[in-house]
């Protein structure tokens, strides 16, 4: 008995059947190399299907064309068609400075007071685990880190995040220390700056820390801070004077950002 050929009828199969030897001079075909032929018909044939298959069809194409590239989604695509399928977007306030300014206290303050979520500064974290100097190898690791834990924190946040400094100071540092910083760096602070920054003054005492190192050079840091904020066109407010004052003027200036809202 022949084998079924898997072809539709009408086609002239040249295989053997089961059990036999095919003859070296005829096939089943009828003249000399019908057989040969008839595998190159099996062969083109099964080419030719795998690759309609595996051409694109125009619907993909199109299918496509509605996915923009980055962040494009269909819930980013259908909040732009019906603006009440939109996500708020947080308004992000950034408490940054010198080192002993009390950025973390007053960080800590007003998002108790705003009851919102708080972004701890990741490069003490990170400085504590490494009990060693930092140095330029290190810089990489502390912004992706920074960068980690702001996008932990921003799928709880309401209306309101307070981030206890951002990749800014990671630039202003890495500049300050090394005399460069990553380039890939610099564009993520760009993207991810804050609505409005603080920018702690230095006229309180300084307090020790085994992680401050420069408490004789406050000027040259408060310096480096505003003409980075300068430089970066970014919004920010100068926070001076004694506690009271420092968060009565903090306060007064997340306000405003919160009565005008996003722009």
């Known amino acids: 008995m022949k084998r079924k050929c898997p072809y539709p009828a009408g086609h002239r199969c040249t295989r053997a059947p089961k059990g036999q030897k095919p003859s070296p001079r005829r096939g089943e075909g009828g003249r000399v190399g019908d057989r040969e032929r008839g595998r190159e018909r099996h062969e083109k044939r099964r080419v030719y299907g795998i690759a309609r298959l595996s051409r694109p069809s125009p619907c ?86 920074q960068m980690e834990s702001e996008d932990g924190a921003a799928k709880g946040a309401g209306k309101l995040t307070i981030l206890d400094t951002d990749l800014l100071s990671t630039v202003v540092y890495s500049h300050h220390y090394y005399n460069a910083c990553p380039q890939w760096i610099e564009k993520e602070a760009i993207r991810r700056a804050a609505d409005l920054y603080l920018l702690m003054a230095i006229d309180v005492p300084w307090i020790a820390d085994p992680q401050r190192d420069r408490g004789d050079r406050r000027e040259e840091m408060f310096a480096l801070f505003e003409e980075r904020l300068e430089s970066l066109q970014l919004p920010y407010a100068t926070i001076a004077g004694d506690w009271p004052q420092r968060r009565h003027a903090a306060m007064d200036a997340i306000q405003r950002i919160l009565d005008r809202g996003r722009t």
């Open 60 to 145: 993909y194409a199109s299918l496509a064309s509605l996915s923009p590239p980055g962040r494009g989604n269909a819930a980013s695509r259908l909040s732009k068609l019906n603006p009440t399928l939109r996500k708020p977007v947080p308004i992000r306030i950034t408490i940054t400075g010198p080192e002993s300014t009390g950025k973390s206290t007053l960080a800590a303050d007003l998002a108790q007071h705003y009851d919102c979520v708080l972004v701890p500064e990741f490069s003490r974290h990170y400085a504590s685990e490494k009990l060693s100097p930092l140095d330029a190898g290190d810089v990489n690791a502390i912004a992706a880190g």
